[in-house]
């Protein structure tokens, strides 16, 4: 999401350039062990006046940050769909479309929905279908030819055999639903679940309440299936006890014996933090670790604070409710524990200076490199997070063969500033 707050905060005002790159950079390196990304975008990308609540436009910077961080599927159907008209619809497709990056729950037409949904994506000769409904759009609608995907039994059940007729060998269908601020499902939200299961749905992913609710791995007719009621708040400005964070969930599927199943699930719990950083302020989204103990005071005895509450109260509601599903956490010896450590002290990278800016908004290109903003408001174009200037020569050479900058040089990266190494 993207309240007035966050719109205001990743404004540069060095560049008029809406920052968030930053934000995410925390979160990337967990995305980046899965093949397939899902992010539910509750907001239009329907241009300015950018507005938060109650009806959302947020820059197009935030739908390329999502890109660039790993998101490879966005959901587009939920309560806010309709929030800037037919405009705000059609020019959020736009716009994805512009990028590159596949996208399901709202259409420009029915032609368009026939020919695309259910979305399938294939990886690694897995065939999964995705499906994205809304409960409402909070009284508003639209006129044809556009369409919103409700959730409605007949069209459920309607999608669900179309998605079998493609032979998807998976298929996931994700909810916006549930009780704002309620953290345990509803009767309407186990209704469908269960309604969904009896069609052969193998996944139910559901979120709206803004805060977590309970995960379930279950069997169901010999199958196992995952139920994740609620997965809370992403990234949003929303600052009450139970607001502050939410869930990054993945599955393993295999298919071992012809017949693709869920092996494992797990979770991590982050937490939305707010820093100044000179020109912008970042909302980090932010998994467990020691962050201080690496970049002193990079988390404020408030936030900690925060955290440490919207983690326990997680657990607890949890340790009651969760069925077969575990919780993950990064450790500061693994891979993404190192990449942290770099994060919060220093790092040597490749900079690319006259990119164009059609190449970092695009999904494929674009997820080469990551940008970052110093404290002067000077927006850089990196690629690698190096240990020493030796290895980020290495990306700087492979930088040079692709030819995408006018020039490509060797920087040091540290939480104050970034300085050119000779």
């Keep these: 999401m993207q309240h007035d707050g966050q719109i205001e905060a990743a404004l540069n005002p060095h560049s008029g350039q809406y920052e968030y790159d930053d934000g995410f950079k925390f979160v990337e390196p967990i995305l980046q062990q899965y093949d397939l990304k899902i992010a539910n975008l509750e907001v239009t990308l329907a241009g300015k006046p950018y507005k938060g609540y109650p009806q959302f436009s947020a820059p197009d910077e935030l739908a ?3 890109v660039n961080a790993g998101f490879n599927v966005i959901l587009t159907s939920n309560n806010h769909s309709c929030d800037r008209g037919s405009k705000g619809v059609i020019r959020t497709l736009d716009e994805l479309d512009r990028l590159g990056v596949k996208h399901t729950g ?3 037409s029915k032609e368009e929905r026939d020919k695309n949904y259910p979305l399938i994506i294939e990886e ?10 809304t409960y409402g759009t909070n009284g508003l609608s ?3 030819p556009l369409i919103i995907n409700y959730i409605d039994s007949a069209v459920i059940k309607k999608d669900v055999a179309r998605a079998k007729e493609l032979h998807a060998d998976y298929i996931v269908c994700t909810m916006h639903w549930g009780t704002e ?3 345990l499902p509803n009767g309407y939200q186990k209704r469908f679940e269960s309604y969904c299961y009896d069609l052969g749905v193998n996944m139910v992913i559901g979120g709206h309440p803004h805060v977590v609710q309970p995960m379930e791995v279950k069997s169901v007719q010999g199958e196992k299936k995952l139920t994740v009621w609620s997965l809370g708040n992403f990234v949003s400005n929303m600052q009450t006890r139970p607001t502050r964070g939410g869930l990054m969930v993945g599955a393993r599927i295999e298919n071992e014996s012809g017949k693709p199943e869920l092996k494992s699930a797990e979770y991590y719990l982050v937490y939305v933090m707010k820093r100044n950083e000179g020109a912008v302020t970042q909302y ?3 998994p467990e670790f020691d962050y201080n103990n690496y970049r002193s005071n990079f988390v404020s005895t408030t936030d900690q604070g925060h955290m440490k509450l919207f983690l326990d109260d997680s657990r607890e509601l949890f340790s009651g409710n969760n069925i077969a599903i575990k919780e993950k956490k990064v450790d500061p010896n693994s891979e993404i524990g190192t ?4 994060y919060l002290t220093s790092y040597y990278a490749a900079e690319l200076l006259g990119v164009e800016d059609s190449l970092l908004r695009h999904a494929e290109i674009g997820s080469l490199f990551h940008l970052t903003v110093d404290r002067a408001g000077k927006r850089h174009v990196l690629s690698g997070v190096c240990e020493s200037a030796e290895q980020a020569k290495g990306v700087q050479n492979y930088m040079r063969d692709l030819k995408l900058a006018e020039q490509v040089k060797i920087v040091r990266v540290t939480p104050d500033q970034i300085v050119d190494v000779p």
């Design 339 to 342: 990449l942290y450590k770099k």
């Design 124 to 133: 690694n000769g897995i065939k999964v279908a995705i499906l994205n409904y």
């Design 181 to 183: 601020y309620k953290f």
């Design 284 to 286: 980090y989204i932010l």
């Design 64 to 66: 390329v940050t999502l």
């Design 142 to 144: 639209v006129a044809a």
């Design 106 to 108: 709202t259409f420009r």
